[in-house]
């Protein structure tokens, strides 16, 4: 998916890597079309250094950027963007078509003062707690679950279960990963496709496709699932 907004607000960059590991930095922001529809985005590694470097210069110019072959995430009807390893690409005020007829329908569109200019160009300062609010709302408000307790579960529901992988089965489709936990209650067989893998390897299944298609290994099972996942 390409988009293409004004930077309208942004968080610190942090660095999220496990303990030891090598830094993995994420940048939360907020992006607004010209019809003032906001979208929040997440950007990780080179992107989030990229673009952090203008929240220092907020106060020279707008932050047009364009995010091209971004990811698409929801959560509970909440759709987010974030970037690939491998495939996105951001352009951040560059002198290109897009980006120029972009400012130039602004400036058209809003019959914008430079009084009223001045003002969009002080970004929101985004918390650590606005760019994580998802996954809490999920860890918060979701009922606590044994592994034993979701077989006794007859509708449809979000709930969460702590549980440790101790098993990847290799002989399916690796698009989709089936995994054994367990708990202290027993074991289950989960399913996890795009969104979940990547959110404990930070790879996403295009990524490790187009990585696997250079190596000349694209029938393999990945090796950055056992990897990431076990250590």
């Known amino acids: 998916m390409d988009v293409i907004g004004e ?13 030891d590991a090598k830094t993995n930095w994420m940048l939360s922001l907020e992006i607004k079309d010209l019809h003032n529809n906001k979208l929040n985005c997440a950007l990780f590694g080179e992107f989030a250094e990229q673009m952090s470097k203008y929240k220092n210069h907020e106060s020279e110019n707008r932050i047009i950027a364009i995010i091209q072959f971004a990811k698409i995430k929801e959560f509970k009807g909440e759709v987010s963007l974030s970037n690939s390893l491998f495939s996105t690409k951001v352009f951040v005020n560059e002198d290109i078509p897009e ?3 972009y400012m130039s329908s602004i400036i058209f569109n809003g019959n914008i003062s430079d009084e009223d200019d001045c003002q969009s160009q002080r970004l929101t300062h985004l918390s650590s707690h606005y760019s994580h609010s998802i996954s809490d709302e999920f860890l918060v408000k979701s009922e606590k679950v044994l592994l034993e307790e979701i077989c006794e579960k007859t509708k449809e529901c979000f709930c969460v279960a702590l549980a440790t992988i101790v098993s990847i089965e290799k002989e399916t489709n690796w698009y989709k990963v089936k995994v054994t936990v367990e708990d202290d209650s027993g074991s289950a067989t989960f399913v996890m496709f795009d969104r979940e893998v990547f959110q404990i390897i930070q790879v996403s299944a295009v990524d490790i496709k187009d990585k696997l298609s250079k190596d000349d290994k694209s029938d393999s099972f990945p090796k950055e699932l056992i990897e990431y996942t076990f250590g």
């Not at 930077?7 to 303990?19: H, P, R, W």
Request: overall charge negative; glycine content about 6%.
């Open 7 to 19: 930077v309208v607000a942004m968080g610190d960059k942090e660095n999220i890597a496990k303990q």
């Open 99 to 101: 980006i120029n007829e």
